[in-house]
T-cell receptor, first 113, second 114 residues
Framework: GAGVSQSPSNKVTEKGKDVELRCDPI?????LYWYRQRLGQGLEFLIY????????KSGLPSDRFSAERTGESVSTLTIQRTQQEDSAVYLC???????????FGPGTRLLVL | AQSVTQLGSHVSVSEGALVLLRCNYS??????LFWYVQYPNQGLQLLLK??????LVKGINGFEAEFKKSETSFHLTKPSAHMRDAAEYFC????????????FGQGTRLTINP
């Protein structure tokens, strides 16, 4: 497709379980970002990938959160031992180059029971 | 550190009336500023951005915003509201250098009354 896609669109899990969220960026976009949007709040930066450089993990809230990216394609955000406060919409964005306009996917809505 | 404050979590205007959504920022370096819109059940869409060129920026759907350094503001306006403008609007700032990690405001939900 032409835009950023994310899967699943919705995920319900039990506290303590691990979850994996997937992001497919726009083809050719070298930069990829993950953000979290809690209910009624703005987006919080989580992690950033640019090409083969080491990712900027400065926004990850705890060591339960990790992310990987294969080359300049798919990225997965993993949350281990989920907690109820992890419930949020997780948004992925990509940009053509470092500092380019970010295009957002529709998000994955995560609910931890 | 950068931050964004959006004044008013909810704004309601009548169809055809002026839309004004307020955004103030804090940045220790010349900022890049953005307005994004989020329609119900859709992802964020870029409305417009300021990147140190013209201070009055025109975006899509008739929206525009003016960068005022002296007031550290980047308010979003539209002369005449349409029903389709009902959405959540987010103001964001980045330092414009290297990775543009966006710092977002908490959002303003715009309601249009018929």
């Amino acid at each position: 497709g032409a835009g950023v896609s994310q899967s699943p669109s919705n995920k319900v899990t039990e506290k303590g379980k691990d979850v994996e969220l997937r992001c497919d960026p726009i083809s050719g976009h070298t930069a990829l970002y993950w953000y979290r949007q809690r209910l009624g709040q703005g987006l919080e930066f989580l992690i950033y990938f640019q090409g083969n450089s080491a990712p900027d993990k400065s926004g990850l809230p705890s060591d339960r959160f990790s992310a990987e990216r294969t080359g300049e394609s798919v990225s997965t955000l993993t949350i281990q031992r989920t907690q109820q406060e992890d419930s949020a919409v997780y948004l992925c964005a990509s940009s053509l180059a470092d500092g380019g306009t970010q295009y957002f996917g529709p998000g994955t809505r995560l609910l931890v029971l | 550190a950068q931050s964004v404050t959006q004044l008013g979590s909810h704004v309601s205007v009548s169809e055809g009336a002026l839309v004004l959504l307020r955004c103030n920022y804090s940045s220790s370096v010349p900022p890049y500023l953005f307005w994004y819109v989020q329609y119900p059940n859709q992802g964020l869409q870029l409305l417009l951005k300021y990147t140190s060129a013209a201070t009055l920026v025109k975006g899509i759907n008739g929206f525009e915003a003016e960068f005022k350094k002296s007031e550290t503001s980047f308010h979003l306006t539209k002369p005449s509201a349409h029903m389709r403008d009902a959405a959540e609007y987010f103001c964001a700032v980045s330092d414009g250098q290297g990775a543009q990690k966006l710092v977002f405001g908490q959002g303003t939900r715009l309601t249009i009354n018929p």
